[in-house]
């Protein structure tokens, strides 16, 4: 079922100032970066064309950072502290059909903070941010419109246990994985089995979706994809239900699983893991779905370009970062950019993380304390930024439009 609560704290409205000393209808790019730091919980702001100009917050712990769908809040996600804090990104933008506006300020942290047991996963799709409570079995859903009114308001969706799963809003209905009811030991996380859709109520909406193992979960175009043992899950509208369609894997492929999906804004394609030394495209309207891409090494992280939508950018464990064209399904161009990070160890020992800040690839180097910055096009370093600490995960934010 569905339930309102408040946050912890009383949440300052806080009012989005333009830059200093721009004048009338001036033209402005803006680029920030946040990064936050594997060892502790300090999390750093700095604007990628002026790095001088930085910010420093401090929370219970490391945290893996988000943007809400609008940019202008960042949600810092402590899974190890049980919270998940909130800042003002100071990058505010605003379409008006012919062209954008966009206000820029300091960024700041919420007065709020939400608590609850391991906050792990969090959706983003619409108007609305999902943050998963692993060991709570619920999801908040924070709007949007809220978020950027300085409101920190969490509507909660039961989940049918507690387990690592996820849940996100697909039109009329709650899209939510499923856990097994078997009994597990203490400590221990029941198995995903399932996938199915629910109504604002938390009423069960048709019949549970058999997908094994499920983790991975991205929005493109007019459908979500969810990784399974079996394929991957395509989910659509279907009225005040969904209809849900199993893409198998094909024969051909070696026996692994996509667990990490992401999905374009900008045109309807995929890209997901496919085991540790490949990646797959993935089509959901045109058989046979996916198409692999194999690495010479194994990966370490990838995202998406969102201003050129056919590209994708892969970082492997050797240090080199690759250019992928999802159209052609052909890896353009490559460069060795760091040291090798083996991916042997802990999954969370500090190793590079990618983001795409406008016109530059930005990624962490943990071992030399800074973020490198990437032509895109050449794939040449063309800044470095020190970063004090151990700089894991990062998240750009930003954009252009006119000041007025």
Known sequence: MLRT??????VALLALAAGQGASADEDRTAWRLFVADQADGKVTALDRDAPESRWSFEFAGPSKLYASPSGQAVIAVQSDNDRVDFLRSGIALEGHGDHADIEISDPKAFDAHLTGPRPFHVVTHGHESAINFDRGGYVSFLGEGALQGGMLEATEFTQNRAHHGFAAPLGEVIISSVASDAPVEEDS???????????????????V???????????????LLAGCKEGVIAVT????????TMLPYPESFPEEKTGTLLGSAAMQIFLGDYGRDSV??????T??????VELPFRRVDFVLDPAKPQYAYLLTEDGTLSRLNMLSAQIE?????????????HWRDPRPRLAVAGDRIALTDPFEGMVRLVDPA?????????????PYNILAVGGSGLTH
């Open 5 to 10: 609560r408040m946050a912890q704290g009383a």
């Open 189 to 207: 996380a029941p198995p995903r089995v399932g996938i199915a859709a629910y109504d604002d109520d938390g009423a069960q909406i048709g019949e």
């Open 209 to 223: 979706q058999t997908c094994t193992d499920l983790h991975g979960e991205a929005f493109s175009g007019s459908y």
């Open 237 to 244: 509208e279907a009225g005040e239900a969904a209809e849900f």
């Open 280 to 285: 797959v495209i993935i089509d959901p309207t």
């Open 287 to 292: 058989a046979p779905y996916f198409t692999r």
């Open 333 to 345: 161009a490559s460069a060795r950019i760091t040291q090798p990070y083996s991916m042997d160890g």
């Open 378 to 390: 050449s794939l040449e370093e063309t800044a470095t930024i020190p970063v004090e600490g151990v």
